[in-house]
């Protein structure tokens, strides 16, 4: 079984900070990796899919990047509305999707 | 708009049965997968199964096989999640979800199923 890791598993920062997260996976994925928000008491909500496309209506300051086994999700200048726990997730075509363990992210 | 609209909290007993739903509108139903993800009190999301309403065709995680069954009725746009005998660790927040070429793109607001004597 492909396994994911996230890094930090938590995070405070500064309003206006760059924020990086990174997902990694055990083996290669190529770019079959998206990212969820979730807000606390509410559903997931798509961020990212495909490792770098932003879903529609997400705003411009979340980017992905990365292939292979090492991705990151970016947030350019965190906003106050940024608190939450961010997921990645990883899929194949068995189906077989596997989530990592999440990073919460709060204000400084 | 596509809306994702699940049934209401549960609290249970060990042993009972239940049965939720999550009914969808807005889009084309019975030709894209939709399917069930668990989040566990203060725990991360695990993908349970899914199900493609047209021909019922249903997959399962393999962490979870047998413990419930993913059902659908196509001519309402409702998809079902089954337990036959309840266990205390199956308290958590269910989700369904929407599945479109490799993500879930629009989630149900979650059921929340206690389990408890």
């Known amino acids: 079984d492909i396994q994911m890791t996230q890094s930090p598993s938590s995070l405070s920062a500064s309003l206006g900070d760059r924020v990086t997260i990174t997902c990694q996976a055990s083996?290669?994925?190529?770019?079959?990796l998206n990212w969820y928000q979730q807000k606390p008491g509410k559903a997931p909500k798509l961020l990212i899919y495909?490792?770098?496309y932003v879903e529609t209506g997400v705003p411009s300051r979340f980017s992905g990047s990365g292939s292979g086994t090492d991705f990151t999700l970016t947030i350019s200048s965190l906003q106050p509305e940024d608190v939450a726990t961010y997921y990645c997730?990883?899929?194949?075509?068995?189906?077989?999707?596997?989530f990592g363990p999440g990073t919460k992210v709060d204000i400084k | 708009e596509v809306q994702l609209v699940q049934s209401g909290a549960e609290l249970k007993k060990p042993g009972e049965s239940l049965k939720i739903f999550c009914k969808a509108s807005?889009?084309?139903?019975?030709?894209?997968?939709i399917g069930w993800v668990r989040q566990m009190p203060g725990k991360g999301l695990e993908w349970m199964g899914m199900?493609?309403?047209?021909?019922?065709?249903?997959k399962y995680s393999q962490s979870f096989q047998g413990q419930f069954t993913i059902s659908v009725d196509k001519y309402i746009n409702t998809i079902y999640l089954q337990w036959n005998s309840l266990k205390a660790s199956d308290t958590a927040m269910y989700y369904c979800?929407?599945?479109?070429?490799?993500?879930?793109?629009?989630w149900g607001q979650g059921t929340l199923v206690t389990v408890s004597s």
């Open positions: 979800a929407r599945f479109h070429v490799g993500y879930f793109d629009f």
């Open positions: 083996q290669d994925i190529s770019k079959y």
């Open positions: 199900i493609y309403p047209d021909d019922s065709d249903t």
């Open positions: 807005g889009y084309s139903f019975r030709s894209q997968w």
């Open positions: 997730q990883r899929y194949d075509n068995v189906p077989s999707f596997t």
């Open positions: 495909d490792a770098s």
